[in-house]
């Protein structure tokens, strides 16, 4: 196994106190005196690429890796307060390349840490993904299996979630491979706390768009055409805000930058590992701050948005052309922008003590309700063309399915051909929505909600919030307007992962992919419930009389 970590800990000095006139200390948001919090900060980075092939995930078909085009890593940063009356908190959290973080992965991160570090808290570890898709698969499929054995499917367990073995690193053996240096990455970060200062604020960067494309007919598309006669406009809000949080040491030096973007990074697509635009974020600020810069990003609430330009496209290949830059480094540059132009005003008002908070709760969420018209409507959707019912899709599909297994056991040189095994994943994925689809409208008769984590964390007059799915952006406003904070980060895709699309009831009348009952466990009565939660989990932790 590949062990090159890039572990690296901000220079600190001895002690708060022999540095405290470096601070200029805000004092908004101090609160009581007993909840004050003297914070101490440590940073970490872990290198989380895979050493030989992987499945690549992220779309309706796998892809087998070819190589690298650049490192995806997963970046810490430990906090840890104690108020002045003694009662200590703190939190981790850990950004991570991937598209998702699932059960398996988290769960395995807080065992190991559990046993190298005990004095984390492990319900305290946040890791949160930039949804890239050019990154390993790191889910299992148990559900898959039980359809497999009803319908006499074989396939070793460690492939039911793309319904054939692709011969390479399977997900569970990446798990243990990203697992344990995520693991290690939270020691390190937790080792490495000393005193320092925060500071945030908010800067803007044109970045992420909408990508629901609505027609005068009431209907919207994902990526749909706006060239076109009956192109209306485009569905919903952008957020083009730049949420940052500072860390610096008692020497007043900066150490990193929490970015929070309500836009995942998609720009990348094919058969090669990649952070996307993240890694030239990262060299960005380094060139300009320095190589030591810790930069840990999160994707705000931004389900229905994508780097994808929706209306001015032709515009802005022109200049890329001009500036010599490519879109991922436009999006760089743009974001550096934002964190550097905010900068001198960031640093004169650090703060080395402010109150500290951080709950963590399960939020029971009520399921999406599936009729049987979403049975046994005949329609399209974006990834399967043809027009049919659920019921419909899934017999067609199995049959469909079990031909190509037969195909390939009867023919196994046809695997020796390239990209051999993009038809029938493609054709698998499909027939696992279709069922998962099929199964959710017997559930709901027994199971009526879905329990999903939220952490909610106070800084002084910031609040961070988390949510598991890839939530539309309207919910985030929601929460950001209405927050009891001057400032509030929200940040989907957040462990554990898993909860599908969180849509907007005008993004299910439109019918667009993210809003259709195959791509959601919860509804838009779900994601209000989410937003009230969340809004009152931040307001606990201010004082009644703050």
Not at 516 to 532: E, H, Y
Request: hydrophobic share 40%; with cysteine; proline share 4%.
């Amino acid at each position: 196994m590949m062990r090159n970590f890039r572990i690296a800990c901000a220079a600190w000095s001895l002690a708060l106190l022999a540095a405290g006139a470096s601070f200029q200390v805000a004092s908004a948001g101090a609160g009581d005196e007993g909840n004050t919090a003297r914070l101490k900060f440590g940073w970490a980075s872990a290198d989380i690429t895979p050493d030989r092939p992987v499945v690549i995930t992220g779309g309706s078909a796998a892809r087998v890796s070819e190589g690298v085009s650049n490192h995806i890593y997963a970046t810490a940063l430990a906090i840890e307060s104690t108020r002045n009356n003694g009662t200590p908190d703190m939190v981790v959290m850990v950004s991570l390349d991937l598209v998702g973080i699932t059960d398996i992965l988290y769960s395995r991160v807080q065992d190991l840490v559990r046993k190298a570090t005990p004095e984390i808290d492990a319900d305290k570890i946040i890791l949160n993904a930039t949804h890239t898709h050019t990154a390993p698969d790191q889910g299992t499929a148990p559900d898959l299996v039980e359809m497999h054995s009803q319908y006499g499917i074989k396939v070793p367990v460690a492939w039911a979630r793309w319904g054939i073995d692709l011969g390479v690193m399977p997900a569970e053996e990446y798990v243990e491979f990203a697992a344990g240096r995520i693991a290690e990455a939270i020691g390190q970060a937790w080792q490495a706390r000393k005193p320092g200062g925060i500071s945030f604020g908010l800067s803007y960067a044109t970045t992420g768009r909408n990508r629901l494309t609505a027609y005068y007919n009431g209907t919207s598309e994902m990526y749909g055409t706006t060239n076109h006669p009956d192109f209306s406009h485009v569905e919903g809000y952008e957020d083009h805000s730049l949420n940052l949080l500072y860390t610096w040491d008692v020497k007043g030096n900066l150490t990193g930058v929490v970015i929070n973007l309500a836009m995942p990074s998609q720009v990348a697509y094919g058969s090669r590992i990649s952070a996307d635009f993240w890694h030239e974020a990262r060299k960005e600020l380094r060139r300009r701050l320095g190589e030591a810069l810790f930069v840990l990003p999160q994707v705000s609430a931004a389900g229905d948005q994508a780097p994808k330009v929706m209306v001015d496209e032709r515009a802005e290949k022109r200049m890329e052309k001009l500036t010599g830059r490519t879109q991922m480094e436009q999006i760089a540059v743009r974001i550096a922008d934002g964190v550097t132009s905010i900068l001198p005003f960031m640093k004169q008002n650090m703060d080395p003590s402010p109150v500290f908070k951080h709950r963590v709760e399960q939020v029971e969420l009520k399921r999406r309700v599936i009729t049987e018209k979403d049975l046994t409507t005949r329609r399209s959707t974006f990834h399967n063309k043809k027009v049919e019912s659920v019921q419909e899709s899934f017999d067609r599909l199995l049959r469909e399915y079990k031909n190509m297994v037969k195909q390939f056991e009867e023919h196994p040189e046809l695997k020796s051909k390239p990209h051999w095994f993009v038809s029938i994943t493609a054709t698998h994925w499909l027939l696992a929505r279709a069922w998962r689809t099929l199964e959710r409208y017997e559930l709901q008769k027994t199971v009526s909600t879905l329990p999903v984590k939220v952490h909610v964390i106070r800084i002084g007059d910031l609040a961070i919030a988390t949510n598991p799915f890839e939530l539309y952006l309207d919910y985030g406003m929601q929460i950001k307007a209405r927050s009891k904070a001057v400032q509030t980060f929200v940040v989907e895709l957040a462990s554990p992962g898993g909860g599908g699309y969180l849509p907007t009831q005008r993004s299910v009348e439109g019918g667009a992919y993210g809003a259709i009952p195959q791509s959601t466990l919860i509804g838009p009565d779900g994601g209000r419930v989410l937003v009230n939660r969340t809004l009152g989990l931040i307001e606990s932790l201010w004082d009644k009389n703050e």
